[in-house]
């Protein structure tokens, strides 16, 4: 099937829904050259092999999936930046579907052991992905990327405005922060702080990824979708690391301090700038979620979500540890319509104690936190209107929902929004079973935002390579940005 027959195939799920299997076993998107069709490495010195398998491993220009959207030029590399790693996109899938489950998974139930097992599945992230989160180097476990997250998203409404990732550690853009978000002293600049993120997956969701990216030319959305028998497999985790450039100049937050510092090549500032540079970013926040069948049935979402926040006053050696927990959430407490938000700046963890699928751990080490809507799980990057899980039930492609409810941006004033608790309001904080679209007339991505950007991404350049357009553009609603925030005037 070409590209472009599989792009109104894709699109057409507005106009008819047609059941089918989402795919078979995949070849994965990017891999190293077929060793049986390659001269066999014979009288060569071990350096000589050395090198060629490097030279194998490598993306060969102009084929595959490119690593990254925005970099320096290898000459500025060489001269000024030599120290720094550049990033590789990991995306070699799985063929075969895992067949052990993360221990932790079968070990602990997150709900009578919810802090137990959030630090479980943060351990079981950190395994070989430490110090460098660079998957290339774990010799312990399968951890991979998500790929086409590289290009920006382009027109008046784009976002992230000036997006994409950067090449020295693959961050890519993710949000801005409002003033005081994080603290009294983050003030803020003009044009806003940004957070940038970076998520590893393991095997299962690898597994799946890789029926997605099967044909690299031809991804199949459907593979996440329960219409198509599609989904992330039990055991699946995602482990995403977020950073922000806050803060600078005469702002100050002491629990950034001690900071898990890397270097990336971003914008001046989230909404204005389009000029990058290397700017030195700081460790926030830790997602983690994981597809745990214990959390399915009905009225559930059969997903688990858990946060950290950091804390350079934790002093630990290790600063990966110096992410504290937040909480974990499991569901979105569709019954409790209670309007209240903690607003700016944070000064103190409020926890509501009748919220029955979410837990929050205050704790000295716990920095205050702003969290969701009326308590629900949300962390120091997030906005106090929403919560982890009211967000990524949105995720689909094409998207044509919010990402948000009407009120929820600008979040952190001194009174919750007006809409909130409303019938309206409610659809974001009901309980969407994995898999399931919010929207029927678009594809599920399961709860990810990532795999519904690189959707879009990739049949939006195949558009403009084609340059053309698809009768079903015209029919599906406007597309929205997947977008959080809104720009301040």
């Known amino acids: 099937m070409t590209a472009a027959r599989h792009r109104n195939t894709a699109r057409a799920l507005a106009l008819a829904l047609s059941m089918g299997g989402a795919g078979h076993a995949a ?7 077929d060793p049986q069709s390659a001269p066999a490495l014979t009288g060569l010195t071990s350096a000589q092999m050395a090198s060629a398998n490097v030279l194998d491993a490598r993306n060969q220009k102009g084929s595959g999936v490119p690593d990254f959207g925005f970099m320096v030029t290898p000459a500025e590399y060489a001269a000024t930046y030599s120290d720094e790693p550049v990033f590789r996109l990991k995306i070699d899938f799985p063929k075969v579907k895992p067949a052990q489950l993360p221990a932790f998974i079968e070990r602990i139930d997150f709900k009578t052991n919810p802090l137990e097992y959030l630090l479980a599945a943060r351990d079981y992230s950190f395994d070989g992905n430490l110090p460098h989160w660079n998957p290339f180097e774990n ?24 997006g994409g990732t950067e090449g020295f550690r693959g961050l890519i853009k993710e ?36 029926r997605m990216w099967a044909d690299p030319d031809n991804p199949d959305p459907r593979v ?28 100050e937050l002491p629990w950034l301090e001690n900071p898990l510092q890397w270097k990336a090549y971003i914008t001046e500032n ?73 607003p700016f700046p944070p000064t103190e963890t409020k926890v509501n104690p009748n919220l029955k699928e979410t837990v929050i751990f205050p704790s000295k080490e716990l920095p205050p936190q702003h969290l969701g809507w009326n308590g629900r799980l949300n962390g120091p990057a997030d906005l106090n209107t929403t ?28 009174t919750p929004p007006a809409q909130g608790g409303s019938a309206e309001w409610m659809r974001w904080f009901q ?55 809104r720009k301040e005037r």
């Open 27 to 33: 070849s994965c998107a990017r891999s190293a050259p």
């Open 139 to 162: 010799q312990t476990a399968q951890w991979y990327h998500i790929p086409w997250l590289h290009p920006t998203t382009t027109g008046p409404n784009a976002y992230p405005p000036n």
């Open 224 to 251: 996440t979708d329960i219409r198509y028998g599609g989904g992330f497999p039990h055991g699946t985790v995602f482990a995403k690391l977020l950073f922000t450039d806050a803060p600078q100049g005469q702002d």
């Open 270 to 342: 989230f909404w204005t700038s389009s000029t990058r540079q290397v700017t030195a970013v700081n460790l926030l926040q830790m997602d983690i979620a994981v597809r745990d069948a214990r959390a399915d049935g009905p009225g559930q979402t059969g997903w688990v979500f858990g946060t950290f926040a950091y804390n350079g006053q934790v002093n630990n050696p290790n600063k990966f540890l110096n992410l504290v927990p937040v909480g974990v959430m499991w569901g979105n407490d569709p019954d409790d319509t209670t309007n209240t938000t903690n």
């Open 387 to 414: 919560s982890c899980l009211s967000c990524h039930i949105t995720a689909q492609y094409p998207s044509v929902t919010s990402l948000v409810p009407v009120g929820a941006v600008p979040d952190g004033g001194p």
């Open 431 to 485: 309980n969407v079973p994995a898999a399931t679209s919010f929207d029927d007339r678009t594809y599920s991505t399961d709860y990810s935002f990532q795999v519904a950007i690189s959707l879009q991404n990739f049949f939006d350049v195949n558009a403009a390579r084609l340059q053309g357009a698809w009768a079903i553009d015209y029919v599906l609603p406007p597309r929205v940005p997947i977008a959080r925030g």
């Open 175 to 210: 949000a801005p922060l409002s003033p005081l978000q994080l603290g009294a002293g983050q003030q803020g600049k003009e044009g806003g702080y940004s957070v940038y993120a970076i998520t590893l997956v393991n095997d299962f969701a690898g597994y799946t990824l890789g």
